[in-house]
T-cell receptor, first 115, second 112 residues
């Protein structure tokens, strides 16, 4: 139980284009999902908290117009990286607050490379 | 500001050589302390949640303990498949959501 999927697992795009990453909770409903990014050999940095049916809450320093988050259903949240640049290349990981208290269950991650 | 410090940064063990990983934390009103395992190129896998000092949780060769200032992840007779980065995270006791603050992780390598 408590399985989270992400799609795509890997994406390469050209500078200036937009990329959408999907995060789904497969066997439970998640009112709250989270988006993290992780640079090589570093820990996870929270980007934003996504609540179903409301606007996402962004962490300090994260541009909300660049990283668009939509949480339209209890099982799906999307992160769109708009006008991507090479410095946006990173490992993006989502998580969903599971059925047991406040435990977060993580997706497998999406490797974004911007050329 | 919540702070989580993990030590050591990296640990090499021989198969069967037991050891412990440390997670020191500073948080205003701990709601929970979480341990995750992360393999290269993958998302973190949930291991344990600890809620109060004195609590212990076990899973196979892993045992997590919690005090008021730190948590330990004990690995008994590790196997090569236990090689991974182990992440510790804390959650503050407030109603603003379930956000986690992560430590930098301990990269564990178990040699056969």
């Amino acid at each position: 139980g408590a399985v989270v999927s992400q799609h795509p697992s890997r994406v390469i795009c050209k500078s200036g284009t937009s990329v959408k990453i999907e995060c789904r909770s497969l066997d439970f409903q998640a009112t709250t999902m989270f988006w993290y990014r992780q640079f090589p050999k570093q820990s996870l940095m929270l980007m934003a908290t996504s609540n179903e049916g409301s606007k996402a809450t962004y962490e300090q320093g994260v541009e909300k117009d660049k990283f668009l988050i939509n949480h339209a259903s209890l099982t799906l949240s999307t992160l769109t990286v708009t006008s991507a640049h090479p410095e946006d290349s990173s490992f993006y990981i989502c998580s969903a607050r599971g059925p047991q208290k406040d435990t977060q269950y993580f997706g497998p991650g999406t490797r974004l490379t911007v050329l | 500001e919540d702070q989580v410090t993990q030590s050591p940064e990296a640990l090499r063990l021989q198969e069967g050589e037991s050891s412990s990983l440390n997670c020191s934390y500073t948080v205003s009103g701990l709601r929970g302390l979480f341990w995750y395992r992360q393999d290269p190129g993958k998302g973190p896998e949930f291991l344990f949640t600890l809620y109060s000092a004195g609590e212990e949780k076990e899973k196979e060769r892993l045992k997590a303990t919690l005090t008021k200032k730190e948590s330990f992840l004990h690995i008994t007779a590790p196997k090569p498949e236990d090689s991974a980065t182990y992440l510790c995270a804390v959650q503050r006791g407030e109603t603003s959501g379930s956000r986690l603050t992560f430590g930098e992780g301990t990269q564990l390598t178990v040699n056969p």
